[in-house]
């Protein structure tokens, strides 16, 4: 009889555990939709798409008729494969449910919906941009550069 009932506690015990820690999963996924809402995530994975864009027209030296039309289906596929599908919504999901706990979520909201995390969220994706910009500034000096070093290198093979 007291083997019977340690099985049932145990059953028990595991079936509580089960239920809290999907109550705590569910949690989590309410409040990363609202972070996701707080921070325009969404938003920020279109502008990214459009900077994607951008330079795939920068780099092609194509006419302005041509580069519209590979402007426009590029981020027509981007939106498509990113938001329409749930790609960043799930990503952003795993992501935040590996490693941030339930509090650590709350902490983030807490800050996002600060002044200091409103600008935040809006300067990031300017931020981005600039740097995108910036980097590929920087790659055109160090392109030859490597150039240079790869054909020695490859060279001496």
């Known amino acids: 009889m007291k083997m019977k009932k ?14 809290s820690a999907n109550e705590v999963e569910d949690k989590k996924l309410v409040l990363i939709n609202e972070l996701i809402e707080v921070t325009n995530a969404l938003d920020f994975a279109i502008s990214m798409g459009d900077m994607v864009a951008a330079s795939i027209v920068q780099q092609s030296g194509l006419s302005p008729e041509v580069s519209e039309i590979i402007s426009k289906e590029t981020k027509k596929i981007i939106h498509e494969e ?9 990503l952003m999901h795993n992501l935040y449910k590996k490693h941030f706990t339930l509090a650590e979520i709350k902490d983030l909201l807490t800050f996002y919906r600060s002044d200091t995390g ?18 590929q500034e920087h790659m055109a000096f160090i392109n030859p550069k490597l150039q240079k070093s790869l054909r020695k290198v490859l060279e001496n093979q």
């Open 6 to 19: 340690l099985i049932m506690f145990s059953v028990f015990t595991l079936y509580i555990g089960l239920v």
């Open 82 to 90: 990113l938001i329409e599908n749930g790609f960043v919504k799930d």
């Open 118 to 135: 409103k600008k935040a969220t809006s300067v990031l994706p300017v931020l981005s941009q600039e740097a995108m910009v910036l980097t």
